[in-house]
């Protein structure tokens, strides 16, 4: 099962985004009604209000309930399986059966975005992509928003930043926990840049589910230059608000930028609308992230 929004701008011509709601398990209907989508729900449902920072601003916005099982997706054959490398497959078919459907969205710009465990589903969806070319001619970037892009640099991350935000102290008992395999996503992050198609990490800065150290390690692993004159963080910002620091970015070489979006959570187009239009705007456009969108 998926959602579409077609964008309020031109859908004719405008890109074609995909989001994913991560989990894993769950529903990207979460994404529509309380994300970006152009109604959110309030009064527990009853009612509905625009949203103003809806990303189908500028875009045609495909929601897709993964895997099967998840939301209002279902499975007749009782089949259903949830292994990263099927959930990536089916999600490469629903796609590919997307653009069948309706082929006036064949060979329009596209990107892919989500959350959370998106950090898996995403790059794994996007090495696909990229072997497929007939489907996917006009592939353009992947925005990966507090994803889980390496379980072990994330449990590593934690506890300091736990304990220097005050939430754990020294004494304080603390289990060494770890997983059978430390899977990290560089190969497909890899692959996905050589292809020539962006990527766009980005991470609230207050997140304790997947924070943003976690994501600023794994990317120090890839080696890359990290370009600007200062070769540093820097700030991105919006226009005449004070304080109108947005947060903070890193430009890589190959195409690879890490945004924090300062003072956001878990979910950052629900934390910070108006930051993630910004964001995702001028990521699509291929425009400096402090440029208002114009909305």
């Avoid at 890839?222 to 070769?231: A, K, V, Y």
Wanted: one cysteine or more; a negative charge.
């Amino acid at each position: 099962m998926a959602g579409f929004t077609e964008s309020q701008r031109n859908p004719s011509t405008d890109p074609l985004i995909l989001w994913l709601n991560g989990g894993p398990g769950c529903s990207s209907l979460g994404g529509l009604i309380e994300e970006l989508g152009p109604f959110k729900l309030k009064h527990y449902g009853n009612t509905v209000y625009s949203n103003r920072h809806s990303w189908n601003l500028f875009a045609n916005v495909l929601f897709l309930e993964s895997p099967s099982g998840v939301g209002f997706s279902y499975n007749t054959n009782n089949n259903v399986t949830t292994n990263d490398d099927d959930v990536a497959q089916h999600n490469y078919q629903a796609l590919v059966d997307f653009l069948r459907k309706f082929p006036e969205y064949h060979g329009r710009a596209t990107y892919i975005t989500g959350e959370s465990y998106g950090g898996v589903y995403l790059p794994t969806l996007a090495v696909r992509m990229i072997n497929d070319s007939a489907n996917f001619p006009n592939f353009k970037g992947v925005a990966i928003g507090n994803g889980i892009l390496s379980f072990a640099l994330n449990y590593a991350t934690s506890i300091p930043l736990f304990y220097y935000h005050g939430l754990i102290r020294d004494d304080e008992e603390v289990m060494d926990t770890y997983v059978t395999t430390h899977y990290e996503m560089s190969p497909e992050i890899e692959q996905t840049s050589a292809a020539g198609v962006k990527i766009l990490i980005y991470n609230g800065d207050v997140d304790t589910v997947c924070n943003h150290a976690m994501n600023r390690q794994f990317l120090s692993k890839l080696n890359r230059r990290i370009l600007g004159e200062e070769r540093a963080n820097e700030p991105w910002s919006y226009l005449n608000e004070k304080p109108s620091i947005a947060g903070f970015q890193l430009k890589y070489e190959g195409g690879i930028d890490f945004i924090t979006v300062r003072g956001s959570g878990h979910f950052v187009p629900a934390d910070k609308p108006r930051e993630s239009l910004q964001m995702i705007y001028n990521f699509v456009t291929g425009q400096d992230y402090s440029l208002p969108a114009p909305f």
